[in-house]
């Protein structure tokens, strides 16, 4: 089976965004603050803080997702029908995160929220590294006769993989930390966030632009 990346990635943006927009209808808004009045105001709207946080938090880890996504496949320079099974298998657990999202905002301080939110997390982080890892493994990124240019690639990889491990490592112990420490379960999950926003040196844009330029 021979599909192209660009359909791929195209049907992927639509899945990922999808998730990311129905996710602010799971904020239900309670009956009594339907009908507060002015004095109950702000106690009223301070029940939905945790679901607005919740919200906010999965949407950063989607959008973040979606940028690597992005990433990885603007490097792709073809795609077999395991690589598709594999990008679906990410999707399937990117679709679950509005779930354990939904749990977090209406009981934040319940273990198994947490508990399950970090499973659905684990598990959409490592099926990155499964398609990740196979794309590398059967050369699906690499440029022929470009030594140079694969250099770079594989360097980028060496940094994405460190990531990633780093943040399955993070959200696994997020599992246990749940039962110990609701808290210290939350500090889990923002791990993998922040290792996103330093930077590993190299511009991945310009890197797939040259992807690019090198197979016209």
């Not at 890892?133 to 240019?149: Q, S």
């Not at 791990?191 to 090198?214: M, N, Q, R, T, Y």
């Amino acid at each position: 089976m021979n599909i192209s990346t660009n359909r791929v990635e195209a049907f992927s943006d639509c899945v990922i965004s999808i998730v990311m927009t129905i996710m602010v209808f799971d904020i239900k808004i309670s009956e009594s603050l339907k009908h507060m009045t002015d004095k109950r105001e702000l106690k009223e709207l301070l029940v939905l803080v945790p679901q607005l946080v919740a919200y906010l938090f999965s949407f950063t880890v989607l959008g973040i997702m979606w940028l690597n996504h992005h990433h990885l496949f603007h490097m792709i320079q073809r795609a077999d029908e395991k690589f598709i099974w594999l990008n679906l298998h990410l999707l399937f657990w990117l679709t679950l995160i509005p779930f354990p999202t939904v749990l977090l905002g209406e009981a934040p301080t319940l273990v198994y929220s947490a508990a399950i939110y970090g499973i659905v997390l684990f598990m959409a982080s490592f099926a990155f590294l499964l398609l990740r890892g196979y794309a590398i493994k059967y050369d699906l990124m690499y440029v022929n006769d470009e030594k140079t240019l694969n250099s770079t690639i594989n360097k980028l990889n060496k940094h994405a993989i460190k990531k990633n491990y780093i943040g399955m490592g993070a959200y696994l112990l997020s599992i246990p930390a749940s039962f110990l420490s609701i808290y210290a379960a939350y500090a889990c999950f923002t791990i993998a966030p922040i290792l996103f926003f330093i930077p590993d040196g190299i511009d991945d844009e310009k890197l797939a632009e040259k992807v690019i330029e090198s197979n016209k």
